[in-house]
């Protein structure tokens, strides 16, 4: 067994393992947008993270139920600038069943994870099945 069948047999491997994480992750948004509902929300913090040179800032949330629990979350997206101050409102979406199962209601907050593991799964799968078949010289 060649090098070449070795590393794309890998990238085919970490293809699809990443294609099924997309999946699922899509699976779970889908079930919450099916059974949630909206209410207006305050950004109250934003949370520092720092990674090597890299720092993110994730939002954390505030809203209130119409029971009028009130619930608190850190959003999943981050980003490496402060797009949103303390203080914002934001839409926030939350499950109907576990109201503490919430996200801010936007594109990428919502879709961000499933889009990136889709799209690295699915360069990663190709590539490697490419090379696999002999479709793509090395």
Do not use: K
């Not at 060649?2 to 990238?11: A, I, K, N, Y």
């Not at 303390?86 to 907050?109: C, H, K, N, W």
């Amino acid at each position: 067994m060649d090098w070449v069948t070795v590393v794309s047999s890998l990238f085919v491997l970490v293809g699809a393992t990443l294609l099924i994480a997309a999946g699922r992750e899509f699976t779970r948004r889908r079930a919450l947008l099916q059974n949630s509902a909206t209410a207006p929300g305050t950004i109250i913090a934003l949370v520092e993270t720092r990674d090597r040179d890299e720092i993110s800032y994730f939002p954390t949330v505030e809203f209130h139920t119409p029971s009028g629990g009130r619930i608190t979350f850190q959003s999943a997206m981050g980003s490496s600038t402060a797009p949103q101050r303390i203080g914002d409102s934001v839409t926030v979406r939350y499950s109907l069943d576990q109201p503490q199962v919430a996200e801010i209601d936007a594109f990428m907050p919502l879709w961000g994870q499933t889009l990136l593991f889709g799209t690295l799964g699915g360069v990663f799968f190709f590539v490697g099945a490419g090379l696999l078949m002999g479709l793509l010289a090395v």
